[in-house]
T-cell receptor, first 115, second 111 residues
Framework: DAGVIQSPRHEVTEMGQEVTLRCKPI?????LFWYRQTMMRGLELLIY????????DSGMPEDRFSAKMPNASFSTLKIQPSEPRDSAVYFC?????????????FGQGTRLTVV | RKEVEQDPGPFNVPEGATVAFNCTYSNSASQSFFWYRQDCRKEPKLLMSVYSSGNEDGRFTAQLNRASQYISLLIRDSKLSDSATYLC????????????FGKGTKLSVIP
């Protein structure tokens, strides 16, 4: 398996523009997570899905952020409008969770810069 | 207060040294614990799970103290390739797969 695939790897955009980050989880995994990593705050969970259903989106910073998972093999994280403080590395991760100690596999991340 | 706290380091140690990282968690309902490793500009990867009885994987030993809400990672005979950031992770209570990460401890192993 190719692992979790994220695109794009790098994104530079101007403030106010819409940004869409994409994720393809590992085939067969039933849980998908979006994280944001900054030097100041570390890794923060934004939202997670189980069987394509959003379970907890309390980490989504504000209404400018939205996430969807239309099927088991694809998810998007959208920021509209983007702001400079959104600059960070955004990671998608997936796992096959059965309730125990299950490993989460991370994609290589999207490095977002909003200028 | 952040749910999972770690000493950010950096820890600069010579090759062959033994180094220990500590981590505390605030949510007493946390069920499972892990150490992840993150290399510079790379994604986090699972290093090992942490079990109540303590567990060892080669040069790495992880310990959990539920009473003190404390987790540790010991690395023996450090190698240059161990240089990375080590992330302490706690999973929330039953029925949840929410992983909460510490900000990480940076380790540099020096020749």
């Amino acid at each position: 398996d190719a692992g979790v695939i994220q695109s794009p790897r790098h994104e530079v955009t101007e403030m106010g523009q819409e940004v869409t980050l994409r994720c393809k989880p590992i085939s067969g995994h039933n849980s998908l997570f979006w994280y944001r990593q900054t030097m100041m705050r570390g890794l923060e969970l934004l939202i997670y899905f189980n069987n394509n259903v959003p379970i907890d989106d309390s980490g989504m910073p504000e209404d400018r952020f939205s996430a969807k998972m239309p099927n088991a093999s694809f998810s998007t994280l959208k920021i509209q409008p983007s702001e400079p403080r959104d600059s960070a590395v955004y990671f998608c991760a997936s796992s096959y969770w059965t309730g125990g100690n299950t490993e989460a596999f991370f994609g290589q991340g999207t490095r977002l810069t909003v200028v | 207060r952040k749910e999972v706290e770690q000493d950010p380091g950096p820890f600069n140690v010579p090759e062959g040294a033994t180094v220990a990282f500590n981590c505390t968690y605030s949510n007493s309902a946390s069920q499972s614990f892990f150490w992840y490793r993150q290399d510079c500009r790379k994604e986090p990867k699972l290093l090992m799970s942490v079990y109540s009885s303590g567990n060892e994987d080669g040069r790495f030993t992880a310990q959990l103290n539920r009473a003190s809400q404390y987790i540790s990672l010991l690395i023996r005979d450090s190698k240059l390739s161990d240089s990375a950031t080590y992330l302490c992770v706690a999973r929330s209570g039953a029925g949840s797969y929410q992983l909460t990460f510490g900000k990480g401890t940076k380790l540099s192993v020096i020749p």
